[in-house]
């Protein structure tokens, strides 16, 4: 049984350009979260994803937003990159139901310079 | 709103040494609680989880947590650590239904010989 993968691993990318990360959820798994690890800090919510709505969203600016497919797999986007953003992206799939276990995956290693 | 605080940074323990990360939240409605450990490049992984019932929970790797509602506690146990264990845990809490994961600051266990 395949777990939550991420990909790509690592990405560098240059003030003001867009990035997309993408993330399979764990097989059954039909909700989607993305979250920002800075270094030295807890992972923070961004928003989440179930049925192809975004469901939740935490306290991140516009320039972040996300997709889901109906495969369940899911896409999130940063615009205009700032130094900021550089974070470790992890990605965790849940079912909406008890016993509310979220899975995560290994995460996306985003350098922003 | 909910909130967690993981009271320490970092904690020192020789090997097969006793160890307890402390853990506290605050929330206006029922939580869930869950420890969460990350070793170096990686995603978390879950240790323990309380939902509800017993208020001792037991996870992987010989972990264990008591919830403690009159005190808003979740403090994570282990009665010997292994130099293994070394690595970045984190407490967490959700209101449930798969929704969003707040989580502490994150406490690094730092296991010697």
């Known amino acids: 049984d395949a777990g939550v993968t991420q990909s790509p691993t690592h990405l560098i990318k240059t003030r003001g350009q867009q990035v997309t990360l993408r993330c399979s959820p764990k097989s059954g798994h039909d909700t989607v979260s993305w979250y920002q690890q800075a270094l030295g800090q807890g992972p923070q919510f961004i928003f989440q994803y179930y049925e192809e709505e975004e469901r939740q969203r935490g306290n991140f600016p516009d320039r972040f937003s996300g997709h889901q497919f109906p495969n369940y797999s899911s896409e999130l986007n940063v615009n205009a990159l700032l130094l900021g953003d550089s974070a470790l992206y992890l990605c965790?799939?849940?079912?909406?139901?008890?016993?509310?276990?979220?899975?995560f995956g290994p995460g996306t290693r985003l350098t922003v310079t | 709103a909910q909130s967690v605080t993981q009271l320490d940074s970092q904690v020192p323990v020789f090997e097969e040494a006793p160890v307890e990360l402390r853990c506290n939240y605050s929330s206006s409605v029922s939580v869930y609680l869950f420890w969460y450990v990350q070793y170096p490049n990686q995603g978390l992984q879950l240790l323990l989880k309380?939902?509800?019932?017993?208020?001792l929970v037991k996870g992987i790797n010989g972990f264990e947590a008591e919830f403690n509602k009159s005190q808003t506690s979740f403090h994570l146990r282990k009665p010997s650590v292994h130099i293994s264990d070394t690595a970045e845990y984190f407490c967490?809490?959700?209101?449930?239904?798969?929704?969003?994961?707040?989580f502490g600051t994150g406490t690094q266990l730092k296991v010697e010989l």
């Open positions: 967490a809490a959700t209101t449930g239904g798969g929704n969003k994961l707040t």
């Open positions: 309380y939902l509800s019932g017993s208020t």
């Open positions: 965790a799939s849940t079912l909406t139901s008890y016993p509310y276990e979220q899975y």
